[in-house]
């Protein structure tokens, strides 16, 4: 078959790309057998383009975006990856300090460095994000495109944080050296209701979760749900005060702006969910999540009073709820958290893939992360013989 000579651009804003284009290759009307999840709000142009607006990532954050595009020869946009230069390693939640550290002891730079992925998101997603109905090889045209930008860019590696299934094994045959991660989902095995969840529960952890779920509203809290048409800039002008506090006192400076939110409300409101508790009247907490076609993905938390297991009720046990009444396949609470796998979540592996120019690098990296996921593995079959659910 003869190759087509797909041309390779580099644009440093993704309003530089048509929303059109973009969305045909990140969320394609019919993505396709074996193309993934259907949508997923954070490759959406939307998403991405609020965070550039609003300045999450951009001048001064340590994120500037580097988009790749593979071009057929009629000049469409066949393929393309949200790629960003970084100058440190934070919100990423694939954590390489420890190489960046030793590799500046030994006199290399590492920084700055190339990712593929969505800023400060650690959801799984297509990172080579293939149009439909693009000309055959599109996919190894963009992945030839990224691997040249060491080089060409003069940064020091690149790394593909949180690809999908199909993705993870195109790069690792093509050669990539592969990290292991771990997190916890929830799965959503055809359950009718919250009670039919509990009842694939031990008797020990039904009852601990009936008992937090009624500790959580106790002192007169009320929650509720809300998304679409019904969000409004009170509702984010409370969430903001809760995620920057709650960022402050356990992370630092926050990354989101309070534009950010208002961005996203106005072009993805029915992707939003946004869990909510008062007390006496007063916005209290929230959680907030995106919605997908196949799952719930929640993203930022906060609170500026403390009631007991309120964190628990609104983040996991709403989000249950809320993906069983919608048909949702899975809900996916973030980056680490032990905590989880007592409430019904389940661990499971997560990826990246990751190339260096100095092959130094690349020896102690590829050593390093093959140990990694020897540990990893056992926590996970670990935590699989020792889950909250019944015993077959």
């Known amino acids: ?178 990290r292991k991660g771990q997190q916890f989902h929830f799965f959503n095995r055809g359950y009718q209701n919250f009670d039919d969840f509990l009842a694939a529960l031990s008797s020990r952890k039904r009852k601990a979760i009936r008992k937090e779920r009624a500790e959580a509203i106790a002192h007169g809290v009320e929650i509720e749900k809300v998304t679409g048409k019904d969000l409004t800039e009170a509702h984010w002008d409370a969430f903001f005060d809760f995620y920057t506090d709650t960022s402050a006192r356990k992370w630092g400076r926050p990354y989101l702006t309070r534009a950010f939110f208002s961005k996203i409300s106005a072009a993805l409101a029915d992707r939003i969910l946004l869990v909510i508790a008062r007390r006496e009247g007063r916005l209290i907490a929230g959680a907030l999540n995106l919605i997908g076609d196949d799952a719930l993905y929640g993203r930022n938390w906060g609170a500026i009073e403390h009631h007991p297991c309120l964190h628990f009720e609104l983040c996991y046990y709403q989000a249950i709820e809320f993906a069983i009444e919608r048909g949702l396949k899975r809900v996916e609470a973030g980056a680490q958290g032990e905590h989880k796998f007592a409430r019904g979540y389940e661990a499971i592996p997560t990826f990246s893939a990751h190339e260096f120019a100095d092959p130094r690098l690349a020896a102690a990296a590829q050593d390093y992360f093959a140990r990694e996921a020897r540990a990893v593995d056992a926590l996970i079959a670990e935590y699989g013989e020792n889950g909250p659910f019944k015993k077959e």
């Open 1 to 178: 078959m003869k190759s087509i000579p797909y041309r390779i651009r580099q644009v440093e804003g993704i309003d530089a790309i048509p929303a059109s284009a973009w969305d045909a290759c990140a969320n394609p009307a019919e993505p396709g057998e074996g193309a993934g999840e259907r949508f997923n709000p954070f490759l959406a142009h939307a998403f991405l383009a609020a965070l550039e607006e609003t300045g999450c990532v951009g001048k001064g954050t340590g994120w500037y975006p580097a988009h790749i595009m593979a071009e057929a020869p009629d000049g469409k946009i066949a393929a393309c990856a949200p790629v960003y230069f970084k100058t440190h390693s934070l919100g990423e939640y694939v954590f390489d300090q420890g190489l960046a550290d030793a590799y500046q002891r030994a006199g290399g730079s590492y920084y700055p460095k190339a990712q593929v992925a969505t800023p400060f998101t650690p959801v799984q997603g297509r990172r080579l994000l293939v149009a439909a109905d693009a000309p055959p090889g599109a996919r190894e045209a963009l992945l030839t495109g990224l691997r040249a930008l060491p080089e060409a860019a003069g940064v020091s590696s690149l790394h593909v944080t949180f690809p999908d299934a199909a993705d993870q094994a195109f790069f690792a045959e093509a050669g990539m050296i592969q």
